[in-house]
């Protein structure tokens, strides 16, 4: 097992449930996958994700936002890469040693842990590193 791949051993996502809906639809024929965490502060997150939404509409990728959803959850979609930000490694629910900005293989998907959008947003050297990672998430599994 490689340094970035998180053993399946140490995560259970079993007790959770996702019902059909169009929103996790939208998740499964998506590129990418963001996953915000606001810690209450959605509307500056919002006006930050916007920006990078547009940002990224240059690299011609089909790219979902959901703000606040559970990471575990999103194991469960059909997405290989997620991109996961202001969630703790604690919060994502992995049960694994994690860190920031780092990519990670995980039951057949690529996912990179991130600060929140709002330090991010912050630092030019921490935006220039999330914009790096995110184009090596995007490279992942092609």
Not at 31 to 56: F, H, P, W, Y
Not at 96 to 112: G, P, R, T
Request: glycine residues 4%.
């Amino acid at each position: 097992m490689g340094d970035n791949e998180i053993s399946l051993l140490f995560a259970n996502d079993d007790v959770y449930v996702i019902r059909d809906s169009g929103q996790e639809k939208a998740d499964l024929n998506a590129d990418l996958l963001l996953l915000v965490s606001t810690a209450g502060k959605k509307e500056n997150c919002e006006e930050i994700m916007n920006r990078l939404l547009q940002s990224l509409a240059s690299l011609n990728k089909n790219i979902c936002a959901r703000y606040d959803l559970p990471v575990i959850l999103s194991l469960r979609q059909n997405c290989r890469r997620i991109a996961v930000m202001g969630f703790s490694p604690e919060q994502t629910g992995l049960h694994a040693d994690l860190s920031f900005n780092k990519v990670y293989y995980f039951k057949e998907k690529y996912i990179l842990l991130a600060e929140d959008l709002i330090t991010i947003d912050k630092d030019a050297g921490k935006k220039k590193q999330f914009w790096k990672l995110l184009q090596e998430l995007l490279s992942c599994g092609d």
